[in-house]
Protein backbone atom coordinates (compact mmCIF):
# COMPACT_ATOMS: atom_id res chain seq x y z
CA UNK A 1 0.00 0.00 0.00
CA UNK A 2 1.51 3.61 -0.88
CA UNK A 3 2.43 5.19 1.94
CA UNK A 4 1.36 8.84 2.36
CA UNK A 5 3.80 11.32 3.39
CA UNK A 6 2.77 14.57 4.88
CA UNK A 7 4.65 17.14 2.83
CA UNK A 8 6.96 19.68 4.78
CA UNK A 9 7.96 23.61 3.99
CA UNK A 10 10.86 24.38 6.31
CA UNK A 11 12.59 27.98 6.11
CA UNK A 12 16.08 27.80 7.32
CA UNK A 13 16.84 31.67 8.55
CA UNK A 14 20.47 30.32 8.72
CA UNK A 15 22.63 33.08 10.59
CA UNK A 16 20.01 35.78 10.00
CA UNK A 17 17.52 37.55 12.36
CA UNK A 18 17.63 39.09 15.91
CA UNK A 19 14.49 38.56 18.57
CA UNK A 20 12.78 41.32 17.50
CA UNK A 21 12.99 40.92 13.79
CA UNK A 22 12.09 37.08 14.84
CA UNK A 23 8.96 38.36 16.59
CA UNK A 24 8.09 40.34 13.46
CA UNK A 25 8.61 37.63 11.04
CA UNK A 26 6.05 35.34 12.67
CA UNK A 27 3.62 37.93 13.72
CA UNK A 28 3.49 38.47 9.48
CA UNK A 29 4.16 34.87 8.95
CA UNK A 30 0.82 33.02 10.98
CA UNK A 31 -2.64 35.37 9.17
CA UNK A 32 -0.87 34.37 5.94
CA UNK A 33 -1.22 30.51 6.12
CA UNK A 34 -4.31 29.36 5.07
CA UNK A 35 -4.45 25.73 6.27
CA UNK A 36 -2.21 24.11 9.12
CA UNK A 37 -3.80 20.74 8.39
CA UNK A 38 -1.89 19.13 4.78
CA UNK A 39 1.67 20.60 5.48
CA UNK A 40 3.93 21.00 8.47
CA UNK A 41 5.33 24.35 9.11
CA UNK A 42 8.79 24.10 10.16
CA UNK A 43 11.39 27.43 11.33
CA UNK A 44 14.63 26.60 11.78
CA UNK A 45 16.34 29.56 13.50
CA UNK A 46 19.33 31.03 15.72
CA UNK A 47 19.53 29.51 19.01
CA UNK A 48 19.38 32.96 20.32
CA UNK A 49 15.30 33.29 18.58
CA UNK A 50 14.36 29.52 19.38
CA UNK A 51 12.76 30.52 22.42
CA UNK A 52 10.76 33.51 21.54
CA UNK A 53 9.51 31.83 18.57
CA UNK A 54 8.40 28.96 21.07
CA UNK A 55 6.00 30.83 22.90
CA UNK A 56 5.22 33.18 19.72
CA UNK A 57 3.53 29.19 17.89
CA UNK A 58 2.80 27.47 21.00
CA UNK A 59 -1.10 26.98 20.19
CA UNK A 60 -0.24 26.48 16.79
CA UNK A 61 1.34 23.17 14.73
CA UNK A 62 4.33 25.53 14.00
CA UNK A 63 7.71 23.40 14.22
CA UNK A 64 10.49 25.50 15.90
CA UNK A 65 14.16 23.85 14.87
CA UNK A 66 17.52 24.79 15.41
CA UNK A 67 20.42 24.92 12.60
CA UNK A 68 23.01 22.73 14.51
CA UNK A 69 23.81 21.15 18.26
CA UNK A 70 26.78 18.99 19.02
CA UNK A 71 26.26 15.31 19.92
CA UNK A 72 27.25 14.82 23.49
CA UNK A 73 24.56 16.14 26.34
CA UNK A 74 27.02 17.88 28.47
CA UNK A 75 30.51 18.60 29.55
CA UNK A 76 33.45 20.56 28.36
CA UNK A 77 32.73 21.51 24.79
CA UNK A 78 33.10 25.46 24.88
CA UNK A 79 30.65 26.60 22.72
CA UNK A 80 28.36 23.92 21.87
CA UNK A 81 24.79 23.65 22.18
CA UNK A 82 23.32 19.69 23.58
CA UNK A 83 19.96 18.18 22.35
CA UNK A 84 19.10 18.57 26.08
CA UNK A 85 19.42 22.05 26.12
CA UNK A 86 17.75 22.92 22.52
CA UNK A 87 14.53 20.62 23.57
CA UNK A 88 14.77 22.85 27.15
CA UNK A 89 13.93 26.56 25.11
CA UNK A 90 11.30 24.21 22.84
CA UNK A 91 13.01 22.88 20.03
CA UNK A 92 11.17 19.92 18.38
CA UNK A 93 13.88 19.83 15.39
CA UNK A 94 17.46 20.47 14.06
CA UNK A 95 19.07 20.57 10.84
CA UNK A 96 21.92 18.02 10.65
CA UNK A 97 24.99 18.08 8.61
CA UNK A 98 24.19 21.25 6.30
CA UNK A 99 26.79 21.52 3.51
CA UNK A 100 27.69 24.60 5.16
CA UNK A 101 28.42 23.32 8.33
CA UNK A 102 30.88 20.40 6.28
CA UNK A 103 32.20 22.58 4.16
CA UNK A 104 32.87 25.85 6.82
CA UNK A 105 33.27 24.11 9.96
CA UNK A 106 34.65 20.65 8.76
CA UNK A 107 31.77 18.49 9.98
CA UNK A 108 32.60 14.55 8.57
CA UNK A 109 30.01 12.37 7.98
CA UNK A 110 30.80 10.33 11.35
CA UNK A 111 29.78 13.71 13.07
CA UNK A 112 26.82 13.61 11.03
CA UNK A 113 25.76 10.12 11.86
CA UNK A 114 26.43 10.38 15.80
CA UNK A 115 24.34 13.71 15.30
CA UNK A 116 21.54 12.54 13.89
CA UNK A 117 21.42 9.42 16.16
CA UNK A 118 21.43 11.79 19.25
CA UNK A 119 18.67 13.97 18.22
CA UNK A 120 16.37 10.90 17.22
CA UNK A 121 17.59 9.60 21.03
CA UNK A 122 16.50 13.08 22.63
CA UNK A 123 13.17 13.35 20.89
CA UNK A 124 14.13 15.71 17.99
CA UNK A 125 13.82 15.46 14.57
CA UNK A 126 16.66 15.44 12.52
CA UNK A 127 16.56 16.54 9.11
CA UNK A 128 19.70 15.03 7.31
CA UNK A 129 21.19 17.13 4.44
CA UNK A 130 23.30 15.54 1.88
CA UNK A 131 24.28 16.64 -1.59
CA UNK A 132 27.18 16.84 -4.08
CA UNK A 133 29.75 20.08 -5.04
CA UNK A 134 28.95 21.12 -8.72
CA UNK A 135 32.71 19.29 -9.35
CA UNK A 136 31.38 15.87 -8.24
CA UNK A 137 28.37 15.93 -10.58
CA UNK A 138 30.18 17.09 -13.32
CA UNK A 139 32.91 14.08 -12.96
CA UNK A 140 29.79 11.73 -12.25
CA UNK A 141 30.73 10.99 -8.45
CA UNK A 142 27.37 12.08 -7.70
CA UNK A 143 25.60 9.31 -5.97
CA UNK A 144 28.94 8.33 -4.76
CA UNK A 145 28.91 11.32 -2.39
CA UNK A 146 24.79 11.32 -1.56
CA UNK A 147 24.68 7.18 -0.78
CA UNK A 148 27.92 7.58 1.03
CA UNK A 149 26.18 10.70 2.95
CA UNK A 150 22.94 8.80 3.87
CA UNK A 151 24.74 5.09 3.96
CA UNK A 152 26.89 6.22 6.80
CA UNK A 153 23.61 7.90 8.75
CA UNK A 154 22.63 4.22 9.23
CA UNK A 155 25.86 2.85 10.51
CA UNK A 156 24.90 4.90 14.00
CA UNK A 157 21.32 4.39 13.67
CA UNK A 158 19.46 2.04 15.74
CA UNK A 159 17.61 -0.72 14.11
CA UNK A 160 14.13 0.37 16.46
CA UNK A 161 14.45 4.07 14.75
CA UNK A 162 11.06 4.56 12.39
CA UNK A 163 11.23 6.17 9.09
CA UNK A 164 9.00 9.37 10.63
CA UNK A 165 11.80 9.54 13.03
CA UNK A 166 13.96 11.14 10.25
CA UNK A 167 13.69 13.32 7.47
CA UNK A 168 16.09 13.96 4.96
CA UNK A 169 17.02 16.64 2.43
CA UNK A 170 18.74 16.55 -0.94
CA UNK A 171 20.68 19.49 -1.17
CA UNK A 172 22.47 19.78 -4.55
CA UNK A 173 25.77 22.35 -3.06
CA UNK A 174 26.04 23.87 -6.21
CA UNK A 175 22.16 24.65 -5.96
CA UNK A 176 22.50 26.60 -2.57
CA UNK A 177 21.80 30.29 -2.86
CA UNK A 178 22.35 30.52 -6.32
CA UNK A 179 18.99 30.37 -8.33
CA UNK A 180 20.32 27.55 -10.05
CA UNK A 181 17.78 25.07 -8.83
CA UNK A 182 18.25 21.59 -10.04
CA UNK A 183 15.83 20.99 -12.44
CA UNK A 184 12.60 18.97 -10.91
CA UNK A 185 13.55 15.49 -13.11
CA UNK A 186 17.14 15.97 -11.54
CA UNK A 187 15.80 16.43 -7.95
CA UNK A 188 13.21 13.36 -8.61
CA UNK A 189 16.05 11.46 -9.72
CA UNK A 190 18.45 12.22 -7.20
CA UNK A 191 15.87 11.99 -4.27
CA UNK A 192 14.07 8.73 -5.73
CA UNK A 193 17.15 7.36 -5.31
CA UNK A 194 17.64 8.07 -1.88
CA UNK A 195 14.88 6.74 -1.04
CA UNK A 196 15.91 3.17 -3.10
CA UNK A 197 18.87 2.99 -0.74
CA UNK A 198 16.67 3.81 2.54
CA UNK A 199 14.72 0.73 1.48
CA UNK A 200 17.72 -0.96 0.63
CA UNK A 201 19.01 -0.37 3.77
CA UNK A 202 16.03 -0.46 6.16
CA UNK A 203 13.18 -2.07 4.32
CA UNK A 204 10.12 -0.78 2.38
CA UNK A 205 8.43 0.31 5.21
CA UNK A 206 11.14 2.39 6.80
CA UNK A 207 11.27 4.02 2.88
CA UNK A 208 8.29 4.55 2.09
CA UNK A 209 8.04 6.93 5.76
CA UNK A 210 10.74 9.02 5.33
CA UNK A 211 10.28 12.22 4.06
CA UNK A 212 12.87 14.15 1.63
CA UNK A 213 13.06 17.12 0.78
CA UNK A 214 14.69 19.12 -1.76
CA UNK A 215 16.67 22.35 -0.78
CA UNK A 216 18.63 24.58 -3.17
CA UNK A 217 17.21 27.97 -4.88
CA UNK A 218 13.50 27.38 -4.29
CA UNK A 219 11.40 30.16 -4.52
CA UNK A 220 7.50 30.78 -5.47
CA UNK A 221 7.96 30.19 -9.21
CA UNK A 222 9.58 27.18 -9.01
CA UNK A 223 8.18 25.11 -6.17
CA UNK A 224 5.08 23.73 -7.80
CA UNK A 225 6.84 21.92 -10.57
CA UNK A 226 9.27 20.31 -7.71
CA UNK A 227 6.80 19.92 -5.23
CA UNK A 228 4.78 17.39 -7.95
CA UNK A 229 7.77 15.16 -8.08
CA UNK A 230 6.72 11.89 -6.72
CA UNK A 231 9.11 11.38 -4.42
CA UNK A 232 10.01 15.15 -3.41
CA UNK A 233 8.19 15.56 -0.02
CA UNK A 234 8.52 19.14 0.20
CA UNK A 235 11.41 22.17 0.47
CA UNK A 236 14.09 23.44 2.86
CA UNK A 237 14.75 27.31 2.05
CA UNK A 238 17.46 29.20 3.10
CA UNK A 239 17.22 32.94 1.16
CA UNK A 240 13.02 32.70 0.08
CA UNK A 241 12.02 31.81 3.61
CA UNK A 242 13.61 34.99 5.15
CA UNK A 243 10.70 37.07 4.20
CA UNK A 244 7.19 36.04 5.70
CA UNK A 245 5.10 37.02 2.73
CA UNK A 246 7.26 34.86 0.50
CA UNK A 247 7.61 31.35 2.76
CA UNK A 248 4.02 32.17 3.25
CA UNK A 249 3.44 31.83 -0.21
CA UNK A 250 5.66 28.46 -0.36
CA UNK A 251 3.85 26.94 2.42
CA UNK A 252 0.33 27.43 1.02
CA UNK A 253 1.73 26.56 -2.86
CA UNK A 254 2.75 23.41 -1.27
CA UNK A 255 -0.77 22.38 -0.38
CA UNK A 256 -1.91 23.09 -4.25
CA UNK A 257 0.65 21.40 -5.79
P1 LIG B 1 18.67 28.59 -0.60
O1 LIG B 1 19.27 27.72 0.64
O2 LIG B 1 17.18 28.34 -0.61
O3 LIG B 1 19.02 30.02 -0.25
O4 LIG B 1 19.33 28.10 -1.82
C1 LIG B 1 18.80 26.44 0.93
C2 LIG B 1 19.55 25.86 2.09
O5 LIG B 1 20.75 26.15 2.26
O6 LIG B 1 18.98 25.10 2.90
Known sequence: MAQVR?????ANWKMNKLIREAEE???????????????DVAIFAPFTCLQQIGRMTQATPIVVGAQNFY???????????????????GAEAVI??????????????????????RA???GLLPIVCVG??????DTGEMWDKCSGQVQSVFEELDKKVRGDDIVFAYEPIWAIGTGDMASPEDSQAAI??????????????FASQVRILYGGSIKLENIGEVMAQKDVDGGLV???????????GLVNATLSS
Open 120 to 122: IGA
Open 6 to 10: RPMMA
Open 71 to 89: FEDSGAFTGEISAPMLKDV
Open 132 to 137: ETKEER
Open 192 to 205: GKIRALLEELRGEQ
Open 238 to 248: GGASLDPVSFA
Open 25 to 39: YVAQLLPRLIDNEGV
Open 96 to 117: VGHSERREIFGETDEMVARKTS
